[in-house]
Antibody
Framework: QLQLQESGPGLVKPSETLSLTCTVSGDSISSTSYYWGWIRQPPVKGLEWIGN???????YYNPSLKSRVTISVDTSKNQFSLKLNSVTAADTALYYCAGLSYDSSGFRVEYWGQGTLVTVSS | SYELTQPPSVSVSAGQTASITCSGD??????VCWYQQKPGQSPVLVMYQDNKRPSGIPERFSGSNSGNTATLTISGTQIIDEADYHC???????????FGGGTKLTVL
């Protein structure tokens, strides 16, 4: 059973870079069974996909965030990370890391972290 | 970019059937999955590939997808089913993951 745990600052200043890390346990991040992703949920709103990464480094990003997002993987630490630069108050949200399966029907989230709240404020 | 639309809220009496819709252009040509999210909790996958239930999801949950609309149906709705429900699809042309805005299900 996969477990994912987000970590990182809960408060980021406007115009700075949001950085989060997800630690994976219960399986290797190099597993061919999963993609690893980030999804966020602004307060009292729906879910928004940020992007996915495969252990090989292949990435897929939400077009609306692509210019500001970088997702990377560290196989030695069984972790993957999110960087979102030039943040504004609109980036305030609960950030989830996720383990996604991929098949002919596309991506679906099989495992979710507990989420970490990031507030953008000076 | 591809968009999915859900009603903000749906109400149902306990024991009755709840239907939650998700609409998108030619959505029937894509596969849809559904997540249940209870207050203060992370979402849980309750349906994938339109109508397949993950292990542990009760049989009262079913799904369909045709034309421009996918539907999550809960038969014999229980109080414990009260939650937000999010649909999700995958845009085959761009590989983008797309979520609907979510529907709050209230069980009366």
């Amino acid at each position: 059973q996969l477990q994912l745990q987000e970590s990182g600052p809960g408060l980021v200043k406007p115009s700075e870079t949001l950085s989060l890390t997800c630690t994976v346990s219960g399986d290797s991040i190099s597993s061919t069974s999963y993609y690893w992703g980030w999804i966020r949920q602004p307060p009292v709103k729906g879910l928004e996909w940020i992007g996915n990464i495969y252990y090989s480094g292949t990435t897929y990003y939400n077009p609306s965030l692509k210019s500001r997002v970088t997702i990377s993987v560290d196989t030695s630490k069984n972790q993957f990370s999110l960087k979102l630069n030039s943040v504004t108050a609109a980036d305030t949200a609960l950030y989830y890391c996720a383990g996604l399966s991929y098949d002919s029907s596309g991506f679906r989230v099989e495992y979710w972290g507990q989420g970490t709240l990031v507030t953008v404020s000076s | 970019s591809y968009e999915l639309t859900q009603p903000p809220s749906v109400s149902v009496s306990a024991g009755q059937t709840a239907s939650i819709t998700c609409s998108g252009d030619k959505l029937g040509d894509k596969y849809v999955c559904w997540y249940q999210q209870k207050p203060g909790q992370s979402p849980v996958l309750v349906m994938y590939q339109d109508n397949k239930r993950p292990s542990g999801i009760p049989e009262r949950f079913s799904g369909s997808n045709s034309g421009n609309t996918a539907t999550l149906t809960i038969s014999g709705t229980q109080i414990i089913d009260e939650a937000d429900y999010h649909c999700q699809a995958w845009d085959t042309s761009t590989a983008d993951v797309v979520f609907g805005g979510g529907t709050k299900l209230t069980v009366l």
